[in-house]
């Protein structure tokens, strides 16, 4: 029944396959997702929130394809912290210490179980959708009937290597123009990779059964 209830949610899942630190969709289609920092505007002063908003609109008129942003929430996990804590609280030979380092964890695991402390986390979708050619690949392989069929398909697989090798070169001068625009604005940017990715669409297809783990953005 488990397995039945997979398949199903699948028919639902646009990815088909994660290769490297991009995602290839099942209609062709890939896409490269950026971790973003946040800024706070209400710290900054009026000239310097004018700077972000024009580094803003530089970026997207600046763009010949569309974007995606999206914010995710989710409760924090501090379950690692907890243990950092207690790891220190072992190696502690000072009592009073060792006891105040108690109390404290004690207070913070207290404190998140009554009030669900929420963290959100920003990404920019960068996508590259190709013309299809499968229509091209079959054309060709009308055009040589006297090839075998094992050799039409090595044929074909072979162009689309070589015709996603050439997609993804161009996706990487999308993500490269997108990267330039968001670190003018002063944010620091990270491109996740294929086990990051892995662990953000788990976390988005089931938001009820974990919490997030923090993605690190190199400072």
Do not use: C, W
Not at 177 to 200: A, D, F, K, W, Y
């Amino acid at each position: 029944m488990a397995k039945q209830d997979t398949q199903s949610t699948q028919k639902f899942v646009e990815i088909d396959t994660i290769e490297g630190d991009v995602v290839i969709l099942k209609n062709g289609g890939l896409r490269k997702v950026l971790l973003v920092s946040g800024v706070n505007l209400e710290l900054k002063s009026e000239d310097e929130q004018s700077l972000v908003y024009f580094a803003y609109q530089d970026l997207l008129n600046s763009l010949d394809f569309s974007l995606q942003f999206l914010v995710h929430s989710r409760k924090l996990n501090i379950d690692s912290y907890l243990r950092l804590l207690e790891e220190h609280r072992a190696k502690e030979t000072n009592e009073l210490l060792k006891s105040q380092i108690n109390e404290y964890k004690e207070f913070i695991k207290s404190f998140v179980q009554q009030n669900e402390i929420m963290t959100k986390t920003f990404f920019v979708v960068v996508p590259y959708d190709p013309v299809s050619i499968q229509a091209t690949t079959e054309g060709i392989a009308k055009f040589l009937p006297f090839l075998k069929k094992n050799a039409q398909d090595k044929m074909r697989e072979t162009q689309k290597g070589e015709a996603r090798e050439k997609y993804i070169t161009q996706l990487n001068q999308r993500v490269d123009r997108v990267i330039s625009g968001l670190q003018t604005m002063g944010l620091r940017v990270v491109i996740l990779n294929r086990e990051e990715l892995i662990e953000l669409f788990y976390n988005l297809y089931n938001p009820e059964t974990i919490e997030k783990k923090d993605l690190a953005i190199a400072k």
